[in-house]
């Protein structure tokens, strides 16, 4: 290590509003604190839960293993209507969209070719 670069590392007192002290080593040296371990409600287990508008209560009614939660259960929502059919073939290519048309119909018959025009847009060998 590099000397005279480093800060001086000594012994602190952190004192809390509580009353606790705490001795530890600081560059900072000695300071007071509002809250510490020793007054965190989280820490001494005084910790309250706030249940809002019963959320607490209405976790353990849908996830109770018992049958009394399923009394209090309304009855089950009516199965859902089946969705049109553009909404479910809105990803479909073209040609999906063609075979579903025409499922179950038969295929029309091969158009016969026209013969060429002499001096058309025919192509020349």
Known sequence: MRKGIHP???SAKIVCACGSVIETHSVRGDFHIEICSACHPFFTGKQ?????????????????????????????????????????????NRATKRAKANAGRPKPAPKPEAEAAPGGDAPQA
Do not use: M, V
């Open 8 to 10: 001086e590392y000594k």
């Open 48 to 92: 309250k839960i706030l249940d809002t508008a019963g959320r607490i209560e209405r976790f353990k009614n849908r996830y109770a293993s018992s049958p009394k939660g399923d009394e209090k259960k309304a009855a089950p929502p009516p199965p859902a209507a089946a969705a049109p059919a553009k909404a479910a073939g809105k990803n479909d």
